[in-house]
C-alpha cells in the first residue's frame, strides 16, 4: 500500500468538525458501541466490516474491544512497575474504559495527559474526563514539541520520573512520509530512564488481502486518516531504544492474558458489577488485526 498521502485540498472551512466524511475517531467509537458519530461513520464502519466479514475475517467491533481490553492489561502492567503518569498519544473519543478510569481505581495520585488532534475529541474529553490529575490537550502528535512545551502537561509531569507513552492503535493513522518512528523517538528521548512505551499497530501479517481493503476503503471514502497495516519489521522500529518486555511483539490476545481485570461498573453493591466493555467471545480472540508490546526504556 501506498505510503505517501495522496495531493489534497485546503481543509473545509464550513466544516469545522469534519462531518461530511468519516472520521476514525469516530468510526472506533461506534465500534465500540458509542453514540458520538455520525450517520457517515456508521455507514463507512459498515462498509469495512462487511469487506472482512466476506474475507472470513473478524469486524471491527471485535477488535476495537479487544484493543480495550488490551489497553487495560498495558496500563496494568506500567502501574505495577512503579509508573505513575501516563501519556495517552491519539486518545479518540471518550469512550469506556479510558486511561486514567483504569490507573486510578488502583492509584488515585497516577497523572494522565490525554492528547488528540480531533476538535470534537477535544471538547468532548474535556466535558467526561476533566478531574483531579487528568490534562486533556488539543495537539497534534506529529509535533511532538506541542505536546512536550505544553505548560499543563509540564505542570502536571515530573519529566524526571517515568512515563508511560501510549500509542494505541494510532501510529497505522499515520503516512511513512510523516515519519512515525520519529515521532515515537521524540518523545522516548523526552522521557526519564524506567518510563515505557505501549503501542497497538495494524498488521497485514495474518490477514493482507483484509488489510489492503480496509486501506482502500479509507482512501476511496476519504477518511480523514489513512489505515496502514505494516509489517513486524515496521512495528518492531518503533521500539528503537527500548527493551520489549515479555512476551514481545504479539497479537492482543496473547500479550498477559494474566492481567486481565476489565473495569467493571461498580453501582451493583451486591457484586462487583459487569465489565463495562463486553467481554471477548472465545472465537473472536486473538483476530491477528494487530501487533501489540511494551517496551522499557532502560538506557543509563
Given at each position: ?32 458501541g458509542g453514540n458520538d458519530n455520525f450517520a457517515v461513520d456508521r455507514e463507512a464502519s459498515e462498509a469495512a466490516n462487511a469487506l472482512v466479514r466476506a474475507l472470513g475475517v473478524p469486524a471491527g ?240
Open positions: 500500500m501506498p505510503a505517501e498521502p495522496p495531493a489534497t485540498g485546503a481543509p473545509d472551512s464550513g466544516d469545522p468538525i469534519g462531518a461530511r466524511y468519516p472520521n476514525t475517531a469516530r468510526i472506533w467509537n461506534y465500534q465500540l467491533a471485535a477488535t476495537a474491544v479487544e484493543s480495550r481490553h488490551l489497553q487495560q492489561r498495558m496500563v496494568d502492567y506500567m502501574l505495577g512497575q512503579g509508573v505513575r503518569q501516563f501519556l495517552d498519544l491519539g486518545s479518540g473519543l471518550p469512550n469506556m474504559a479510558n486511561t486514567h478510569q483504569i490507573a486510578h481505581r488502583t492509584a488515585a495520585d497516577a497523572r494522565i495527559v490525554y492528547v488528540d488532534i480531533d476538535p470534537l475529541v477535544s471538547s468532548y474529553a474535556a466535558a467526561l474526563m476533566a478531574g483531579p490529575n487528568v490534562v486533556t490537550l488539543r495537539a497534534d502528535l506529529r509535533e511532538p514539541e506541542q505536546v512536550l512545551g505544553n505548560t499543563q502537561v509540564r505542570d502536571l509531569f515530573d519529566f524526571g520520573q517515568p512515563v508511560g507513552i501510549m500509542f494505541m492503535c494510532v501510529l497505522h493513522c499515520l503516512w511513512d512520509s510523516e515519519d512515525p518512528w520519529g515521532v515515537v523517538r521524540q518523545f522516548r528521548d523526552a522521557v526519564a530512564p524506567g518510563s515505557y512505551l505501549a503501542l497497538s499497530h495494524m498488521t497485514r501479517e495474518a490477514h493482507p488481502e483484509a488489510a489492503e481493503g480496509l486501506f482502500r476503503i479509507s482512501q476511496d471514502l476519504h477518511w480523514n486518516t489513512p489505515l496502514i497495516s505494516r509489517d513486524r519489521a515496521d512495528i518492531a522500529r518503533f521500539f528503537d531504544g527500548f527493551t520489549l518486555v515479555e512476551p514481545g511483539l504479539v497479537a492482543p490476545a496473547q500479550w498477559r492474558p494474566d492481567l486481565d481485570n476489565p473495569l467493571r461498573d461498580g453501582h451493583d453493591p451486591d457484586d462487583c458489577g459487569e465489565p463495562v466493555l463486553k467481554l471477548i467471545s472465545p472465537e473472536d480472540r486473538g483476530v491477528g488485526w494487530h501487533l501489540c508490546g511494551v517496551g522499557l526504556n532502560d538506557r543509563p
